[in-house]
């Protein structure tokens, strides 16, 4: 049960919320704190208490009514079992090289792990299935969609040992996991999608083709699109280890150019095949995430 009277929203702050002892611990707070916002937001008819009843539908078995609970409430229940779920989620998360790039104290994969357990935390307390998938050049770690409590742990012990990876290689992983999703489902991509923008959207429309919804979160620090080096500055690609020193202000506006076109790209191209699409730099807000998901989960019914 959440208070609200305990206003946790202080843990959307990724800053703050990596500073916490482990990833249980943060992806429950970030989950209370963003269902406090939600008293004061558009979705007041979003489940706060996270119930294992729902309302008895006439059609339910009557074995299956919580007959303790219509003592008390005068009212007919079914208990919610734990293999019973709503949509299964599948979170393909993005463990790369380039995932591991940080200009303040977050790396990009930091905040990506932050966002994939609050995702989980919140989707297995509304009895959604949840699948958890990270890769780089190939899939190195996969947990078939359970709603059961127990698998909670397992998603988040996965999280809580995250490295960044090998060379970023999207396309071809999200073509297999395609043709391995055979149920229709919600397809939630969390990366920097630093790979080939063609070829990154084909795949995901893969997925549309197999009638999945899709959520996009693009990850970014907020140096690589505001490229603000003031001196002169030797880059090294994490994953390449290719090296440029150049005075940075010489090639800034043209830099961030390219990265808004970049960006702009994939909005067009997701907005034109029905893929929800949310940008995300490190600095910001977890909230704004949740927000995402959140929309696309009301969409869905």
Same mark, same amino acid.
């Given at each position: 049960?959440?208070?609200?009277?305990?206003?946790?929203?202080?843990?959307?702050?990724?800053?703050?919320?990596?500073?916490?002892?482990?990833?249980?611990?943060?992806?429950?707070?970030?989950?209370?704190?963003?269902?406090?916002?939600?008293?004061?937001?558009?979705?007041?008819?979003?489940?706060?208490?996270?119930?294992?009843?729902?309302?008895?539908?006439?059609?339910?078995?009557?074995?299956?009514?919580?007959?303790?609970?219509?003592?008390?409430?005068?009212?007919?229940?079914?208990?919610?079992?734990?293999?019973?779920?709503?949509?299964?989620?599948?979170?393909?998360?993005?463990?790369?090289?380039?995932?591991?790039?940080?200009?303040?104290?977050?790396?990009?994969?930091?905040?990506?792990?932050?966002?994939?357990?609050?995702?989980?935390?919140?989707?297995?307390?509304?009895?959604?299935?949840?699948?958890?998938?990270?890769?780089?050049?190939?899939?190195?770690?996969?947990?078939?969609?359970?709603?059961?409590?127990?698998?909670?742990?397992?998603?988040?012990?996965?999280?809580?040992?995250?490295?960044?990876?090998?060379?970023?290689?999207?396309?071809?992983? !999200?073509?297999?996991? /395609?043709?391995? =999703?055979?149920?229709?489902? +919600?397809?939630?991509?969390? *990366?920097?999608? &630093?790979?080939?923008?063609?070829?990154?959207?084909?795949?995901?429309?893969?997925?549309?083709?197999?009638?999945?919804?899709?959520?996009?979160?693009?990850?970014?620090?907020?140096?690589?699109?505001?490229?603000?080096?003031?001196?002169?500055?030797?880059?090294?690609?994490?994953?390449?280890?290719?090296?440029?020193?150049?005075?940075?202000?010489?090639?800034?506006?043209?830099?961030?150019?390219?990265?808004?076109?970049?960006?702009?790209?994939?909005? !067009?191209?997701?907005? /034109?095949?029905? =893929?929800?699409?949310?940008? +995300?730099?490190?600095?910001? *807000?977890?909230? &704004?995430?949740?927000?995402?998901?959140?929309?696309?989960?009301?969409?869905?019914?």
């Amino acid at each position: 049960m959440i208070n609200p009277a305990v206003d946790n929203r202080k843990y959307l702050d990724p800053e703050i919320i990596s500073k916490l002892d482990n990833m249980s611990l943060r992806a429950r707070l970030v989950v209370e704190g963003f269902i406090i916002g939600l008293h004061k937001s558009p979705y007041h008819g979003f489940s706060v208490e996270f119930a294992e009843h729902r309302p008895y539908i006439p059609g339910d078995e009557i074995k299956h009514i919580d007959w303790k609970l219509y003592g008390r409430v005068d009212r007919y229940y079914i208990k919610q079992f734990e293999e019973e779920t709503n949509l299964k989620s599948y979170i393909l998360l993005d463990k790369s090289g380039s995932m591991g790039y940080k200009s303040g104290n977050i790396t990009k994969l930091a905040y990506a792990s932050y966002l994939s357990a609050a995702l989980g935390y919140l989707m297995l307390k509304q009895q959604d299935a949840v699948s958890l998938t990270m890769f780089d050049s190939e899939v190195r770690f996969y947990l078939p969609p359970f709603a059961k409590k127990s698998h909670l742990n397992l998603v988040l012990s996965a999280l809580e040992s995250i490295l960044p990876g090998e060379e970023t290689d999207i396309a071809p992983l !999200l073509h297999e996991m /395609a043709e391995k =999703i055979r149920k229709r489902g +919600l397809i939630i991509l969390i *990366s920097d999608l &630093l790979d080939e923008p063609d070829k990154v959207i084909n795949a995901l429309k893969h997925f549309r083709h197999k009638r999945h919804e899709v959520i996009l979160f693009q990850i970014l620090d907020p140096q690589e699109m505001k490229f603000s080096f003031n001196r002169q500055t030797r880059f090294v690609d994490i994953e390449t280890k290719n090296e440029l020193v150049t005075e940075p202000w010489h090639i800034q506006k043209a830099y961030q150019r390219t990265v808004n076109n970049f960006i702009e790209n994939y909005k !067009l191209q997701c907005r /034109a095949n029905n =893929i929800d699409y949310v940008l +995300l730099t490190t600095d910001k *807000s977890l909230d &704004l995430a949740l927000t995402g998901y959140l929309n696309k989960r009301t969409r869905i019914g």
